[in-house]
Structures are given as C-alpha cells and as structure tokens.
C-alpha cells in the first residue's frame, strides 16, 4: 500500500518535468525563430537606410548625415551577425559541443559590441574633422526628410525587436535592440544638428551632432560587451537568484533540507543550477531521490530559463 502510495506521488514529479522541459524547448526555438524573421528585416531595412543617408550625406556635405549612414550601415552587419549567432544557437549538442550552442548567441553579442566600437571610433574622427573645418550644409529639406523617415523606421523596428528579445530573453537581440533604439535616437539628433545648422548658422552643429552618435555607440557596446563577456566566462551577475531558490527549496521542506551552496551559471538563453543540499543521513534512499526530483521540478516551474537542475545531497552535518 505505501508502495503504491509511493508511486503514484512520484508519477506526476516526472511527468511535470518532462513537460516542462519540452515547454521550455518550444519556447526557445519560437524565439530562434522569431528572432531571425527580426533580424532579416533588420539587415535590409537598414542597408536601404544606411544607402539613402550616406548619398545624401555626400550630395549636402553633412557630417551627421554621413556618420548616421555609416551607423545605420554598421548596425546592418551587426544584426546579420546577431541572425548568424541566431542560426548557430539552434543546433542541437553534439560531440564537440556537448552543452548544445546556446553560447554562440552570447559570442554574436560580443561581436557585434567590438563591431559598434570600432565604427564608434570612426564616426567620432569624422566629426571632429567636421567640427575643426565646418563647412555649409547644400539642400537641407532633403537631407532633413531623409533623417525624419530613418528615424520612424528605425525605431519601429527597435520596438518590434525589443517586445521579441524580452519575450524570449535572447541577448544578441537584446543587443541589436539597443543598437536599433540609438539608431532611431541618432536619426532624429541628426535631424535636429542639420536644423540648427542650416537655420540658425552654427555650422558646427552638425559634427556636434556626429560627435554625440559616437557617444551613443560608446554606451550601448559597453553595455553589451560586459554582459555577454560575463555570460562566456561563466560569471553570475544575479546574487537575488541564489537567494530564491535558497527560499523556496527550505521553505518546501520545512527543515527537513538545509541548502549548503548553490553553483549558478548562463550559457546564453538557459541557465544551469548546482544546488548542494544537506539533509538526513538515515532517510531512505526512495525518500532521497523524491526530495531530489521535488526540488528539481519546483526550481524549474518557477524559473522556467533553468536547463539542468543539478541537485547534490550531502549527509546534515552534526554539531
């Protein structure tokens, strides 16, 4: 009879975990799979953008034109590397990669951050090329109506990508977010250094306006390169994380499990979890591995991004 009444509490334990898992898989494939449509668009609206800034930037002599075209053209390759990270991260594990590819994802991030530094460092010598030789802005309605509609583009699509990459909490999208958002940003301040120029002869508003896109580009891909290096090198930047799963494992159990330390660590859009836990040395070893497969199973329906749960139990050390 305890048998039976053992077997049938432990039957949904595996069926949840199962579940979940799969759930949990679906989840991340749609969001590999919304998140290239994304970048697709991404790549072509932003070479068309990037084209139509940088021959009207050539045609009127604006600086913030020309640096928004070249940004506009680096974001281009940036977000077809995200699409390239993107691709790579649905693999399935293999030999060599025996912890899937998750990681790539967080590789295409850091690229694309050391890709917006370099072209940051560009754009920021231009304009101050710009700044010390200013010279006068030819047709500055076109060039104003060109910089208007980057602008709305630009930050449609940074809004379409963002609601994605925090659907699906993809950093490489995350990232190009960023970087579609200072776009947009850029396109409008472009807008404005080409208005005050023109109309209120302070040619060097114009590089100013160069000058402060680079600083954009600056911010986004400091941001960006230090959290996807964190995730490659295996840091933890979440210490709340520990201490909740620490809650609701010796909330559940009551006293009867005491959490010893926990391991975390993030390989892209999934995290991993050793948790070393210390109870009785005398509770059977049915009873163990029903504590071990609750404890699982409760750290996974309540942070759904957690791959693998390793549970450790250890005999309660005595006083």
């Known amino acids: 009879m305890d048998k039976d009444s053992d077997n ?5 334990v595996i069926s949840d975990s199962s579940t979940n898992k799969g759930s949990f898989t679906s989840h991340i494939n749609e969001g590999f799979r919304a998140g290239q449509k994304i970048a697709k668009i991404s790549v072509i609206t932003l070479v068309s953008i990037g084209v139509a800034e940088l021959l009207m930037g050539y045609i009127s002599g604006s600086v913030v034109a020309t640096a928004d075209g070249v940004d506009s053209m680096s974001d281009a390759m940036i977000s077809f590397i995200v699409l390239i990270g993107l691709r790579f991260a649905r693999r399935p594990a293999d030999r060599t990669f025996q912890f899937g590819y998750h990681k790539v994802e967080s590789f295409a991030a850091m690229m694309a951050a050391i890709g917006m530094i370099a072209i940051g460092i560009f754009i920021a010598y231009h304009s101050y090329e710009g700044f010390v030789h200013p010279r006068e802005i030819q047709h500055p309605i076109p060039t104003m109506v060109v910089l208007a509609i980057a602008s709305g583009i630009s930050l449609h699509r940074a809004l379409q990508m963002r609601n994605i990459a925090n659907k699906y909490n993809l950093l490489s999208l995350k990232t190009d977010a960023k970087n579609s958002i200072k776009d947009g940003s850029a396109s409008i301040l472009g807008f404005l250094s080409v208005l005050i120029a023109t109309q209120f002869g302070f040619l060097q508003a114009d590089a100013i306006g160069g000058m402060i896109i680079a600083g954009f580009i600056f911010s986004v891909s ?3 390169l230090k959290q996807s290096s964190l995730i490659l090198v ?16 010796e909330q559940k159990f009551e006293g009867d499990v005491t959490v010893r ?8 859009v999934v995290s991993r979890a050793e948790i070393h836990v210390d109870m009785d040395g005398k509770k059977p070893l049915n009873d163990v ?14 942070m759904p991004s957690m791959d693998i749960v390793l549970v450790i139990p250890h005999a309660q050390r005595r006083s």
């Open 261 to 268: 330390s926990i391991k975390l660590r993030q390989t892209g």
């Open 222 to 224: 400091y941001v960006s």
């Open 8 to 12: 049938e509490n432990s039957k949904p």
């Open 289 to 302: 591995e029903l504590v071990l497969l609750s404890t699982e199973n409760l750290i996974k329906s309540r």
């Open 234 to 249: 295996d840091a933890w930047y979440n210490p709340i994380s520990a201490d909740y799963i620490t809650k609701l494992i």
